[in-house]
């Protein structure tokens, strides 16, 4: 069993375990954060990013102007975002079988895998994470498709050049492997790919292994995945939260007795608590709004964004700012409002409750009625004439880099009356905010992360007790930043198997079992016996058929007559002639009473040495040696057979026949 | 009158009491009839009860050989025969009949197993402790061997029993050593007492037991030997104490050295009670180095425990409190500073730090004794106040997950990461330690941790209360020259962040925080000025329309203080605006708030301003509707807030500067009569009067306070015009009240009149009976019966049905119902 690490990123995993026959690949997560080495894109013509100068070395050697542009004191490149995606050269994407997704942010990279690389299998998910992910997805298509950018720029990529870079540009890693977005083709043809589970459903494949997902508590229809054979369980945990917020909770139990554990998606910001996060969210919200400035959130169009609508609608009211709009500009907006509403299956019991009443489980339906809330696919259109300020802000993408967030902070940036908050973790805020610098708006950062912490993991894993824990390395580890930190890591005993990218990891156990089924006719035709109490024994001469990974003993197919018209072409056809097998024994024998059964049949001069194993018999006046050991038995007797057929009877007196 | 009346109750209610067939009274009844009875017997002089009411004597004979009383009447019994027994008089009537030896001799009762119920063997108990007034009944007690039955039950299984019976035996015991029982010595001046030889038997078989409990193996018993002794420690005095302790000596310092962990306590208990009588003074009696056995060496689990306890005491000698001090701040030593090499780590201490429930537990020990040594102002002696404060501070800064690689020596640290408790502790005694001057240089510091804390997104709501009372602390114990800038640029936008938290809890603090910094700070006029220019009044006047009524309410606080701070100040442009918009928005909160407490805050803040300064235009304009409101508010608390602003502004007017008016000519009469006008203006009458006949007795009580001080105040000014004053009585409630008493005087006062045969004056007939619209203020006050409204007022509303006359015609009917009930059941 092996486990191939196509992404070193904790919370953006992908991986491919090799189980049995099987190729399963578990997540592929897109790493968005090389869009922060590249310039935003405006939405709106910006004069300043327009007039940025192009890059040029100091000695003048290298001229980029075209590729790369100075802002605010650093490079970045001026062309379409690009994306790192697993690596694809540790493994032959086309031999998966089938793709696991365990939540929407960790099937980004979905169109990579599936499309161009002869992938032929299928993709697991549950309804949620594929219309969700599908909604990300487009939005993030129709993010890069609005500004189109005539170029792509590769050169400073050589890595002569790149060597040569300023940083941070210098130190971008992998760089060659990085692509631009798909398009909306590659999307739908890669979720056509896509077959819906739910939670606890059991699907085979190919007979061999058994996968189920379970709900992970994190996301909507966010799942963790049991892969299963009849004798081994892995798990694969990623992206989890005992937090009670609307998803249905995570189930536990059932990740109990994994022989193999893959533990990846803990919390980002492990020092942030999400509550205390939270209420800071909030009060600088108010704060702000108290004080006549505007609020801008970057966020994700789905996931945590719907529990800030919920806090803040209770919070608005208490905090006497129940007059101030919010808006969420998203393309997809309204799909993500409606879908959360429809999903009431997937969410946690306290709303699902609501929607028997009937009410809708969310609460954003009425910020939406009372027009409190307000969405728009854009900038552009019904919003700019219903724009009222201050207001708060709810909008994409959390780069900072493309989506309506750009003109946001164009727009906003040179006040300090307003604000940013940003709430996703995924995106160091300082990279974020580089090409805008200087900001004189405030800016909060408040990473709302409910994926488990350290301290809820190592108790899940005290009650699950997998017997290995495969992890990511930065887990292994306290953050780099906090070295003292010892708290903030996995402390398990035996410690866990850190992976990092293109890592290949042996799974350190043996398979040793294997089911196979006897046929009932077959099964009717042994002759048990016990050997002792409660066990039994039978042997078994069959034929053991292996199809579609299921072995089943089926009886021995009786020596047809040959068809007297036919010759016999080939010796090797013919069926082995069935001799009746000789009996197993078992058991042992005993020294005394073997020694008194010599005496009773003549022989009366043994001489008995003890061994390591057992013992010697001397049959002095035959010269006879029977070795009795706790495994074998010899009789060593030259040259005369009836001799020693007589005492091999006696030997088998003492032992049981099958 | 009234206990005549219950007198003549009394021999039925014992007649149901003694019947076997009825259910006895619940506890309380038979208890307050029992705090009847004491209260009887106290008054009564040494003249017996039961003289007059033969009825108790046969009550008390009937239970005690009736077959089939019920435990609840013969606890009652023995209880009360005891209280009866107090006096040597009714000692011997009891005795004499044999009735005393036939009560608490449980072998001649009708009923032997009773015995078996607490109750019964409590009220025994009870009956005894209640009797012990004299000489002869401690002879009772022992002549009939009851003292061996009282150490029996000193082990009962009933903690009750258990208890009482120890009360006793310390009662025994303080009354040998009390005057009349010990040979005072006639030499003058020497201390010598001792006990007559006829007690000593006595004293030695209680004594001996103590011993004997001390040296037993069964822990519970030595418990009570253990609290037991500590009572007699407390309450008696030579020669028992000293006697005791000699017996005692050995056992105790075989228990102490053993150092078992639950006696710890109650052993310090004993040794505290030492230390408070002459034993301490004596080395052979040990007393010190008992205590100091229980500290040890600092190196035995419980020595934590015994040095936080010794930290406390009171009385305890230097040395001893040092030696303590120095133990208990081991575990903060330990955990905040580097390991010194030479000096080899406490291993006990180590290991009870490594884990988690006995690290926080012995940190917080550590914290509050050393919080409780600052609130004394203690001297330190080995180890600087400075390095203490600088290890709370790098404790504090653990707990919010900061800490110096070089201390992670010890995995205490994991432990502490956002442990509330040792966070609140450790505020508590930074707090505490402002006390001393000689670290103001840390300041810096200490500000820096707090200020993180109130950062800190993860604060819990009790922490950032915690913080908040270190701060002010701190602020108020020193203003330093740069505190105006800290608060203004590094206090307020936190503050201002927290007054939007989503925790009510901690806007709520927060803004009390503010009141109270601003009444700390009054007369700082760059603190009012500060105030204003950083947009925190502004934010106080929004917390006003918070969700949260609480928060309201310390808003409408915190902006009282704003504005009184602004009075202070010389012309503040924003000033008259400030008042204005206060004004506004707190009159509607008194109108409209659904909650209480934000109209209390507001009626409070108007009573602070005007205590605080003279009336100002913007306050006066207010005023009147103020008292309108407040006084018919539904809210009773509101209303007496409402009356005690009367209170304030009545003297606030009354005492404005009358000598000053007298040299422009104008008298005294002139001014008070002004005042008066005034107040009819404000509407205070309308209130007084109308709270005088309010439904809720405070208020009355209140208004008729201040209209009798009203109605003096008239009188001191003797010229003064009765008819000054004139209060129309139409359309208002109490009006019709007064007209009402205005009416019966008169008509009791023309039936007066017609009886004597006098025609009267038609002048009098003819106002009286008719409706009058206007009377003048005096007059008003001269109908009302205040003294007695005040008399009536003054009793608590229940008087009435707590009367012991009440209690017994309840008992009676109760019985009586129980009878038809029975008829009704055939």
Redesign the interface.
Same mark, same amino acid.
């Given at each position: 069993m092996k486990l191939y690490c196509l992404s070193g990123h904790p919370t953006l995993p992908c991986n491919v375990l090799k189980f049995k026959s099987t190729t399963i690949m578990l997540d592929c997560g897109l790493d968005t954060t090389a869009a922060l080495y590249f310039l935003p894109l405006p939405l709106v013509h910006s004069p300043r990013l327009s007039k940025l100068p192009g890059w040029v070395s100091k000695d003048g050697a290298i001229n980029l102007e075209k590729e790369l542009k100075e802002c605010s004191g650093r490079v970045f490149v001026d062309s379409q975002p690009e994306f790192c995606l697993p690596e694809k050269e540790l493994l032959d994407l086309s031999t998966i079988d089938v793709i696991l997704i365990s939540n929407y942010h960790c099937m980004m990279a979905l169109p990579y895998i599936t499309e161009h690389t002869g992938f032929t299998g299928a993709v697991y998910a549950t309804e949620p994470t594929l219309q969700i992910g599908r909604l990300l997805m487009e939005e993030l298509v129709t993010f890069m498709e609005r500004v189109p950018k005539a170029q792509a720029a590769t050169c400073w990529k050589n890595k002569e050049i790149q060597r040569l870079l300023p940083g941070p540009l210098k130190d971008a890693v992998d760089v060659w492997s990085w692509r631009k977005c798909y398009s909306v083709q590659e999307v739908n043809s890669a979720l056509s790919k896509v077959q819906l589970v739910g939670y606890s459903q059991k699907v085979e494949l190919f007979g061999a292994v058994q996968v189920t997902p379970l709900s992970s508590g994190y996301s909507l229809g966010s799942s963790n995945w049991i892969i299963q054979s009849h004798y081994e369980k892995v798990s694969y945990v990623s992206g989890s939260s005992l937090l009670t917020t609307h998803p249905q909770p995570m189930e536990q139990s059932s990740l109990k007795n994994s022989d193999v554990l893959i533990l990846t998606g803990l919390t980002q910001i492990p020092?942030?608590?999400p509550d205390? &996060?939270?209420?800071?969210f909030?009060?600088?919200?108010? &704060?702000t709004i108290?004080?006549g400035g505007n609020v801008l959130v970057p966020c994700y169009s789905s996931g945590v964004i719907y529990d800030l609508l919920e806090?803040l609608y209770q919070?608005m009211?208490?905090?006497?700012l129940g007059s101030t709009p919010f808006y969420f500009i998203s393309p997809v907006a309204n799909s993500s409002l409606e879908f959360s509403q429809i999903f009431a299956e997937w969410l946690c019991q306290n709303k699902q409750s609501k929607v028997y009443l009937p009410e809708p489980p969310f609460p954003h339906a009425e910020l939406i009625q009372t027009n409190k809330l307000k969405h728009y696919p854009s900038i552009h259109g019904d919003f700019s004439s219903e724009f009222r300020q201050p207001c708060v802000v709810f909008t994409g993408h959390p780069s900072l880099r493309f989506g309506d967030v750009v003109h946001f902070m164009e727009l906003w940036g040179k006040s300090s009356l307003n604000t940013i908050i940003f709430t996703e973790p995924d995106f160091s805020y300082l990279d974020a905010l580089a090409p805008y610098q200087p900001l004189a708006m405030k800016c909060v950062y408040?990473p709302i992360d409910t994926r488990l912490n350290f301290h809820q993991v190592s108790k899940l894993l005290k009650d699950i007790q997998p017997l290995h824990v495969v992890c990511p390395e930065p887990y292994t580890q306290p953050p780099p930043a906090?070295?003292?930190?010892?708290?903030l890591m996995l402390e398990l005993q035996p410690p866990p198997m850190a992976y990092r990218r293109c890592s290949v990891l042996g799974l350190p156990f043996r398979r040793r079992y294997e089911r196979i089924h006897l046929l009932p006719e077959l099964a009717r035709s042994l002759v048990p016996s016990e050997i002792k109490a409660g066990v039994s024994v039978a042997t078994v001469s069959a034929v053991l058929q292996s199809k579609d990974n299921k072995h089943v003993l089926q009886p021995a197919p009786k020596p047809t007559p040959v068809p007297p018209s036919k010759k016999r072409k080939r010796v090797t056809e013919e069926p082995p002639e069935s001799l009746n097998p000789k009996p197993l024994l078992s058991g042992a024998v005993p020294l005394e009473p073997f020694l008194a059964m010599l005496h009773k049949n003549g022989i009366t001069e043994v001489k008995v040495e003890e061994t390591a194993d057992g013992h010697i018999l001397h049959l002095q006046t035959e010269d006879v040696l029977i070795q009795l050991e706790e495994d074998a038995t010899h009789i060593i007797c030259d040259n005369n057979e009836p001799l020693r057929t007589a005492l091999r009877d006696l030997v088998l007196r003492f032992l049981q026949k099958l | 009158m009234m206990d005549s009346d219950c007198f003549s109750l009394l021999p039925a209610v014992c007649l149901v009491l003694a019947d076997p067939k009825q259910s006895p009274p619940d506890d309380t009844s038979l208890e307050k009839l029992l705090d009847w009875f004491k209260e009887l017997h106290s008054h009564s002089n040494g003249q017996v009860l039961f003289q007059h009411q033969p009825c108790l004597l046969e009550f008390i004979s009937s239970v005690c050989t009736s077959k089939t009383t019920d435990p609840a009447i013969l606890s009652f019994t023995l209880k009360l025969t005891g209280l009866l027994a107090a006096t040597p008089q009714g000692f011997h009537m009891l005795d004499e009949g044999g009735l005393l030896v036939y009560v608490f001799e449980r072998e001649a009762w009708g009923v032997c197993d009773l015995w078996e119920d607490a109750s019964v063997r409590s009220g025994w108990l009870q009956g005894l402790l209640n009797m012990l007034k004299h000489q002869q009944a401690l002879g009772f007690l022992c002549g009939n061997g009851l003292i061996k039955v009282i150490l029996q039950l000193q082990n009962d299984r009933s903690l009750f029993v258990a208890c009482l019976a120890n009360q006793l035996l310390v009662h025994i015991l303080h009354f040998l050593t009390s005057s009349n029982m010990t040979n005072g010595s006639d030499v003058v001046g020497s201390s010598e007492t001792s006990l007559r030889s006829d007690w000593v038997s006595v004293s030695s078989e209680i004594m001996n037991a103590v011993v004997e409990a001390l040296s037993s193996e069964d822990h519970p018993q030595v418990l009570q030997g253990l609290r037991l002794l500590s009572q007699v420690l407390a309450q008696c005095g030579e020669p028992i104490i000293s006697t005791l302790w000699k017996d005692v000596l050995v056992p105790l310092e075989v228990l102490i050295n053993r150092g078992s962990e639950s006696l710890i306590q109650t052993l310090i208990t004993v040794l505290e009670a030492a230390l408070g009588t002459p034993l301490l003074s004596k080395t052979e009696y040990k007393v010190e180095e008992l205590l100091e056995a229980m500290l040890g060496d600092g190196n035995r689990r419980e020595c934590f425990q015994c040095a936080a306890l010794i930290v406390k005491l009171e009385k305890c000698p230097e040395v001893l409190k040092r030696k303590a001090t120095d133990i208990i701040l081991l575990p903060l030593h330990c955990v905040s500073t580097q390991p010194q090499a030479e000096k080899e780590m406490n291993v006990v201490l180590k290991e009870q730090l490594s884990q988690k429930a006995s690290c926080i537990s012995l940190l917080m020990q550590s914290l509050s004794s050393l919080a409780q040594l600052a609130h004394t102002k203690y001297l330190f002696e080995d180890i600087s106040v400075h390095s203490i404060t600088s290890s709370v501070l790098l404790l504090l800064r653990m707990c919010s997950?900061h800490?110096?690689?070089s201390l992670?020596h010890i995995?205490a640290?994991?432990h502490l990461?956002g442990c509330c408790k040792v966070q609140r502790c450790g505020l508590d005694t930074l707090g505490a330690l402002s006390v001393y001057e000689e670290i103001l240089d840390l300041r810096k510091d200490i500000f820096g941790v707090l200020l993180d804390y109130l950062q800190?997104?993860?604060?819990h709501a009790t922490v950032l209360k915690k913080t908040f009372q270190a701060f002010k602390r701190w602020i108020v114990c020193s203003p330093f020259p740069d505190l105006l800038q800290f608060i203004s640029h590094d206090l307020f936008p936190v503050l /201002?962040?927290?007054m939007?938290?989503?925790?009510?809890e901690v806007r709520d603090s927060t803004l009390e925080f503010i009141t109270q910094l601003t009444t700390a700070l009054n007369s700082n006029s760059g603190f009012t000025e500060a105030l204003h220019t950083s947009?925190m009044v502004s934010?106080l006047l929004?917390s006003l329309?918070?969700? /949260?009524g609480y928060v309201r309410a310390s808003a409408v606080a915190a902006v009282g203080e704003a504005v009184a701070a602004s009075f202070h100040q010389t012309v503040l442009v924003s000033n008259s605006k400030l008042l204005e918009e206060a004004l506004v928005q707190m009159m509607a909160i008194l109108s409209q708030d659904t909650e209480g407490f934000p109209r209390r805050a507001v009626v409070h803040a108007f009573t602070s301003w005007l205590k605080g300064s003279h009336l100002t235009m913007g306050l006066e304009s207010s005023l009147s509707s103020v008292l309108s409101l407040g006084g018919s508010d539904f809210d009773w608390e509101v209303k007496m807030l409402t009356l005690e602003l009367a209170e304030v502004l009545m003297e606030k007017t009354l005492a404005c500067c009358p000598y000053a008016v007298q040299n422009s000519g104008s008298s005294e009469e002139t001014h008070f009569t002004q005042a008066l006008i005034k107040f009819k203006d404000f509407g205070l009458f309308d209130l007084l009067f109308n709270s005088l006949f309010d439904c809720d007795r405070p208020v009355c009580e209140k208004a008729c306070a201040l209209l009798i001080k009203l109605r003096t105040l008239i009188a001191e000014i003797a010229d003064l015009d009765n008819s000054i004053l004139f209060l129309n009585l139409c359309g208002n409630r109490w009006g019709d009240e007064v007209q009402g008493r205005y009416l019966n005087k008169q008509q009791a006062k023309a039936s007066v009149c017609v009886k004597n045969g006098a025609t009267g004056s038609d002048e009098g007939m003819d106002c009286g009976l008719h409706c009058i619209k206007n009377i003048s203020l005096p007059n008003i006050l001269q109908i009302l019966d205040l003294d007695d409204m005040q008399k009536m007022l003054t009793l608590s509303s229940d008087h009435v049905v707590n009367s012991p006359r009440s209690l017994m015609e309840d008992i009676l009917s109760a019985a009586q119902h129980s009878e038809e009930n029975i008829v009704d059941c055939y």
């Open positions: 020092t942030a608590n205390g &996060m939270l209420g800071e909030c009060s600088n919200l108010a &704060m108290r004080a806090c919070f009211d208490s905090a006497n408040c906090q070295p003292h930190r010892s708290d | 997950g800490c110096p690689t992670l995995n640290f994991t990461i800190s997104p993860d604060s /201002e962040k927290r939007c938290d989503l925790r009510w947009g934010i929004s329309a918070d969700a /949260e």
